[in-house]
């Protein structure tokens, strides 16, 4: 786990393959995704180090639900009563209602490259005992919610890389919460800067490319991505090449 502040409220936590983010004001905390379940002793140690306690976490905010981002929110529900939000649609997928994420046989299909062998035994180690679990307590939050939280937030529908995508700006400190909607690298991709997720991972990838481009449009000027390192310099010319991509 390695903890990096890029704004005045906003902790970026790395942990296995995948980021969260605490931020944190005068009205507690908000934690941005979760990481994977094999996480959630980090996700709890990085409030913690933070220098707050579990009963500050305000909410959990979802990007989507994918095990990834909604690993440590059975121990936050359980151990801090924490509401989980997400976008009106993520919440069907939470629940599992249905399920938009790599199949079984679409991993098996990484196996062919060194890079995909460890992401895959990496992914299984992260999930182990947890590849079934749910999001019950999962539900769609109002945009006078959001604003409410720690930080304050609007939410940005970005579906594509799943249905329900939600992507959360922070508007006081410019600071984008993309998740995989736009991501600056992954262990299976050959590059990192801007990008979307390689296309296994993406529901609908000309739905993913279309959300991806959209954000150059909010004007952020930090971006903490769901993997890869965030960016802090730069950023509207970065989002606006993409755009044009
Ligand atoms: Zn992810």
């Known amino acids: 786990m390695k903890i990096d502040q890029v704004s005045d409220s906003v902790y970026v936590v790395a942990g296995t393959n995948v980021n969260w983010a605490l931020v944190s004001d005068d009205r507690g905390v908000t934690v941005v995704d ?77 196996l062919g490259s060194r890079r995909g062998a460890v992401w895959v035994a990496q992914t299984l180690r992260a999930c182990v005992g947890h590849i079934g679990m749910s999001v019950p307590t999962a539900v769609a939050a109002d945009a006078e919610t959001l604003a409410a939280l720690p930080g304050g937030f609007v939410a940005v529908p970005t579906p594509g890389h799943t249905n ?31 990008q979307l997720l390689p296309g296994v991972f993406n529901h609908d990838e000309p739905g993913a490319l279309a959300s991806a481009r959209s954000l150059a449009d909010l004007g952020a000027e930090v971006m903490v991505p769901g993997h890869g390192l965030p960016i802090r310099e730069d950023l509207p010319a970065l989002l606006g090449a993409f755009a044009k991509s």
Request: net charge negative; no cysteine.
């Open 34 to 110: 979760a990481g994977y379940p094999a996480d959630t002793a980090a996700v709890l140690s990085s409030v913690s180090q933070i220098g707050h306690q579990l009963g500050d976490i305000a909410a959990v905010l979802v990007t989507h639900a994918h095990l990834d981002h909604i690993g440590a929110i059975p121990a936050l529900v359980e151990r801090a009563g924490v509401p989980v939000y997400t976008g009106a649609e993520e919440v069907r997928h939470a629940k599992r209602e249905y399920l938009q994420q790599i199949t079984p046989l679409q991993m098996v299909g990484q």
């Open 164 to 194: 329900g995508h939600t992507a959360y700006f922070m508007p006081s400190e410019g600071v984008l919460f993309s998740g995989d909607a736009l991501v600056t690298g992954h262990p299976i991709a050959r590059e990192t800067g801007l």
